[in-house]
């Protein structure tokens, strides 16, 4: 379906907290997405893309290498991807929801002293690029251990004494004894393009979807 050169290819989250409200966007804005099998990937019936559905860290790597065109994805995830590097990928609308920010946590018991108490620590996370820069914005050195997921466990595993993840209701913080201390960035879901050419034909789909979409954003002003 991949090769399928005459249609759109949209990347959006395969479960996640943005899935539901990715889905409901392309469907307000008119696209009919088929029901099928298919978990991976989904038919628009009466307009030609298809929708794939990935894990949200790979958005921007398909958008960016052009293999989609259009993708949805969390600010957060985006930019941990684009730091340091030159990506050919543009964003074209905040979408105003999955709102969440990217957050250094310490143990609820630590007696947090401000910046000057990551000074010399080790920092559990998913987001290793946009926490080095933190840490260097503010002149702090401290390391950063990466992390795929389950970066709450880290303080009582020992591996670092805080983390830095994403904080929306702040339950998985408060379950695991945890407290936000420091907010390293501010976070929704992100309309992004590819700013790789985009074949003759496609063009004409893309412009005609991205009207559609900015329709639909524009009433909820
Ligand atoms: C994030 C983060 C936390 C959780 C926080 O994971 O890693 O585990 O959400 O949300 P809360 O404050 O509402 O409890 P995400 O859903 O992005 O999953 P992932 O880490 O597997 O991508
Ligand atoms: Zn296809
Ligand atoms: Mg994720």
Redesign the pocket.
Known sequence: MITDTNRLHIAIQKS??LSDRSRELLEHAGLRIQTGKNRLSARVENFAADLMFV???DIPTFVADGICELGIV?LNVLEEFTLGQDAALEVLAELGFGR?ALKIAAPEQFDYQGLKSLDGARIAT?YPNLTKRYLQQNGINASVVKMS????LAPRLKIAQFVC???????????NGLRPVETVLESEAVLVRTTKPVSGDKTVLLDALLKRIQGVLATKE
């Open positions: 996640g907290r894990r949200d860290d969390g969440c998913t997921g389950a970066v709450e993840d994403l904080v929306s209701t702040g339950d998985t913080l408060a379950a």
